[in-house]
């Protein structure tokens, strides 16, 4: 999927857009999304990147941030790319606090647009090379007044030289100026409440469906796009072809609407067959001549034959999860499964003892078997839980754009049993060296609710200092612990406590 816009969205407004606009289902059948995240609402974005992670791409525009690590947590819990300062950027470079710089999108200073375009491009260019050497960074260029600039970098990504690739913040919108920035090569950022599915009444507001429909090009003389329909899991059920009208009624009813060559018109997918689907996306190829829509399908399955695919029958994982599904619900007699699903003991046990012998395992012939048994077993597990394979990718996928990595040891208890040794023990560390101690973080809950100290945005905030900037006798007090400050100033706090227990025992301590 190439990125060709993405589409804004207000966090303080998902539950209420205005009038005629888009609401945050109808954005996500368009596939990404851009959200700009204030420090009041670094929480609010990571539970909406957490909730809507695999249904949508999502950008992040971090700029107001001060605090680089929160930044930082957007890109754990799953943005695709975060717009960031100079300084943003220049302290994850020198703190090397990211490996994929890609992921980073450089926001151009406004200021930067009361030069001269061809002053501006070039110290946009230098700035990134200064920062981040020939690693891939786009820019974003905020409240363009003119297309001078835009023009200026059109003509340097011409160039041999590789220039950054431009998103641009549009707060108006028309086919006219989306269609020029598109073909431009810019990346246009487009208000969902400049958006409608619903232009008949809302004709100030631009057709959504104009999103896709302008950047397709299609060579056959029907007009015709082909399109690929398939699960969420990426497994093709069939082709189909679109128009421009199926593509507008598709995104205004959520539903699968192609374009029937046989009854040249509108084909509404189960609309006679029962067999319905659930549009959950539309994407294009790279060259923006072909279609792909995800749907969720119902009923028997997308073909005519009342196969799940027009190809056959589901395989592999798919097969098995959709016989397990079956089972769940109805089961011949003696079934083996439905006995899993009514003994979650018996359950847990076959996980074990599968994952065991798997471990165990040597030869190809061997784990491929062990390996297919202990994912039959783990798959019960999760349809007696609702929850499907798509859930688990989609897990995946999110752990994939991890940044802060765990070290990865085996708990002790699993350690032991194939004679690791226990890493947590000071005195058995397996390479031999003094183990150091684990700093676990402080849970965010103040001493007092009246007390505001360390609190930044509902966090608790401890000082920081960058030793290359402050002075080497402040470092020193910094670095004294607290016994060597004051001992009186210890002793106070100790010795009521003592007394306390002294006189009213286990009373004192709880």
């Known amino acids: 999927m190439t990125e060709q816009f993405l589409v804004s969205i207000q966090l303080d407004n998902l539950d209420s857009p205005p009038s005629g606009s888009l609401d945050l289902k ?3 059948y368009l596939g990404r999304v851009y959200i700009d995240v204030l420090p009041s609402q670094v929480i609010a974005a990571s539970t909406f990147l957490q909730n809507h992670f695999g249904e949508f791409l ?3 525009n971090a700029t107001a941030l001060s605090d680089v690590e929160d930044l930082i947590s957007l890109l754990d819990n799953g943005a695709t790319k975060v717009f960031v300062t100079h300084q943003q950027l220049k302290d994850i470079v020198e703190g090397n606090l990211l490996e994929d710089l890609s992921r980073l999108v450089f926001s151009v200073d406004p200021a930067f647009n009361e030069k001269d375009p061809a002053i501006t491009v070039k110290d946009v260019q230098k700035q990134l090379e200064s920062l981040v050497g020939d690693a891939k960074v786009d820019v974003h260029v905020r409240d363009v007044q003119d297309g001078k600039l835009l023009d200026m970098m059109r003509e340097y990504q011409k160039q041999p030289e590789s220039y950054p690739r431009a998103y641009i913040t549009m707060p108006q919108v028309t086919k006219e100026t989306y269609s020029k920035a598109i073909q431009d090569g810019h990346v246009p950022i487009i208000p969902a409440s400049a958006l409608t599915t619903d232009v008949d009444r809302y004709s100030a507001l631009a057709p959504a469906g104009m999103l896709v429909t302008s950047l397709l090009k299609t060579d056959r003389h ?3 796009y082909p399109t690929v329909v398939c699960n969420e899991r990426g497994v093709c059920l069939g082709l189909v072809y679109s128009s421009e009208e199926s593509i507008h009624k598709a995104i205004q009813s959520g539903a699968g609407v ?6 040249q018109g509108l084909w509404v997918k189960g609309a006679t067959s029962g067999d319905t689907q659930e549009l959950v996306s539309i994407v294009w190829d790279c060259d923006a001549d072909a279609l792909q829509f995800t749907v969720r399908q119902k009923g028997n399955g997308f073909c005519h034959l009342q196969t799940a695919t027009c190809f056959g029958p589901y395989l592999g994982l798919s097969r098995l999860e959709r016989t397990l599904q079956d089972r769940r619900v109805s089961a011949p ?17 076959k996980i074990m003892e599968e994952a065991s012998e798997l471990c ?4 190809k012939e061997d784990i491929a078997a062990e390996a297919a048994d202990l994912l039959y077993f783990a798959l019960v597990k999760c349809v007696a839980a609702d929850v499907d394979l798509a859930a688990v990718e989609r897990n995946l996928d999110l752990k994939s754009l991890k940044t802060t990595r765990r070290k990865g040891d085996a708990k002790p208890q699993w350690a032991q049993k194939v004679g690791l040794k226990d890493p947590s023990n000071a005195n058995s560390t397996p390479n ?3 183990n150091i101690e684990t700093v676990k973080e402080a849970t965010s809950v103040p001493k007092d609710k009246q007390d505001p100290a360390g609190l930044s945005n509902g966090k608790i905030q401890m000082r920081r200092y960058k030793t290359s900037e402050t002075d080497a006798s402040e470092l020193t ?3 004294q612990r607290p016994s060597q400050r004051s001992t009186d100033q210890i002793m106070n706090i100790v010795n009521p406590i003592i007394k306390d227990v002294q006189s009213n025992g286990d009373a004192a301590l709880l």
């Open 333 to 349: 007699a003696k079934s083996y499964t439905a006995r899993l699903f009514r003994e979650p003991k018996l359950l847990q046990a």
């Open 258 to 263: 192609y374009y029937s060559r046989s009854q």
């Open 26 to 28: 109808t954005v996500s």
């Open 58 to 60: 999502i950008y992040c």
């Open 222 to 224: 029907d007009g015709l």
């Open 360 to 363: 165990n395992a040597s030869s």
């Open 477 to 479: 007090k910094i670095l």
């Open 432 to 434: 031999g060296l003094p």
